[in-house]
């Protein structure tokens, strides 16, 4: 097969890319190894982080492209990266060039960004798609779209309504498809075609064996990162560990990074994830956490060390920091009736995870304590529930908009434990994916180590190494410039014909 433009990967960077290039006169074809389409992005709760949109404006949001950058420069070391200057001012231009399109419809979500910094906006900045129905989709369109989590983690099928991630998903898979593109489903691509130094296409295996397809103009990777590579975390020292990612069963391994490596590519910023808490399932595998609204996280010692109502990448930084913290265990009592006193994606089944000795139980906390080995556990608790009294915690729990948004209030985030009977579920580190990969500049082009790019090779999503480094800013950032860089990849095949 021979198209204009190659797209490996089907999450939201992938598709609006290849979209992009479709409705501008470019013959597409999308690559994906699994049989549905989506990757982590139909996972993800669909917000986006593109600042200075018409959707914030329409909301009576008080957000600016200028706003958007002195909260990055608060946050981002110097000098100020020219590709995050190029992100902000594409990120409004793309939004309104996907309206313009009945395919896509966005609305603000109220969800606070992650730090209290110079520029940050109440309540957020973040857009999401809106919801769509599957009646509203191509049938061919909505049985091709991933579930969600905890549907796909069973093999149970998607919702009659797409949300999320799913309608971020389903609205670009049906403008691309409704455009003449080409999707194939079941092509695990493992390197690049090259011809006297440029990339001309991507070699995959399918189920009737290996394939080659050619691409005449570019070929955009967009798979994911490595966060499914137990050697790759290894080797670059990534936190956290491949059973417990949140990329679907068997995806995003790396390949093309390492590929790009053979091609001279430059890479950064590959021992960073964007992390999270997991609450750790009866198979081993971990759930994505946010939201904790009661409860306290201890060490294997019973030790606080950070806020639970901290945003999940900061938390999940914290647990990093030290052996002692993974596992950690969220210790809670029964004023919830017995179920997490957070918003856990799956979170299971209360009753299965004290079979599996995931979660235990008691009648005390001395109990509690000793099931676990939490020689500290009883002081901590005495010290926090103190805390609730005065009203003063330990790490400031509670005083950021962040940790009020998810307990109704500021003055809801700090409750006793002192119900019986007592909970302790444990939690390993998690992550929505590895944030280091191939480097670009401001067209999405693979560069290689002395600045050079790769002829007809671009990259984003987590293939490409993160415009925001370490930094986690807000919720949709990973989707913001997954989706920025794939459109400013496009415009650049299109009028420089990849070169």
Known sequence: MTSDVVVVGSGGGALIGAYLAQRSGLSTVVLERTDLIGGTSAYSGGACWLPGSDVQ??????DSTESARAYLEALLPAPFPSVVETFLAEAPTLVATLEADDAFEFEWLPFPEYF?????????????????????????????????????RVGAGGRRTLTGGQALIARALHAFVREGGTVLTGHHVTDYLVEDGRVVGVEATAADGPTSIRADRGVLVAAGGFEGSSAMRLEYGVPGDAEWTMAPAGTNAGELIEAGLTLGAAIDHMDQGWLCPGLEQPDGGGSFTLGFRGGV????????YANECLPYDR?????????????????????????????????GDPEQ??????????????????????TD???????FNAGVESGLDDFGRGVDEYDAFFTGGADRALVPID???FYAARFVLSDLGTKGGLVTDENGRV???????????YATSNSAASIFGSVYPGPGAPLGQALVFASLAVQHISAAEGT
Not at 144 to 150: C, I, K, Q, S
Request: charged share 30%.
């Open 353 to 374: 995870h004290l079979a599996a000795g995931t979660w235990v139980r008691a009648d005390t906390l001395a109990e509690l304590a000793s099931l676990r080995g939490l």
């Open 297 to 304: 996280m201890v060490d294997t010692h019973g030790r606080r």
């Open 419 to 421: 119900t019986p009977p």
């Open 116 to 152: 209290d910094a110079p520029g940050r906006v109440t309540m957020g900045r973040s857009i999401q798609p809106v919801d769509i129905r599957r009646d509203e989709l191509p049938a061919e369109v909505a049985a091709l779209v991933r579930p969600p989590v905890e549907s796909d």
């Open 315 to 347: 938390f999940g930084r914290a647990m990093a920091e030290s052996a002692d913290r993974i596992p950690s265990h969220l210790v809670f009592d029964s004023r919830e009736g017995g179920r997490l006193p957070a918003i856990a994606m799956p979170e």
């Open 377 to 383: 556990l009883s002081e901590t608790i005495d010290r």
């Open 57 to 62: 404006q329409r909301a009576g949001v008080d």
């Open 447 to 457: 560069l290689r180590g002395d600045g050079r790019p790769i002829p007809g090779l």
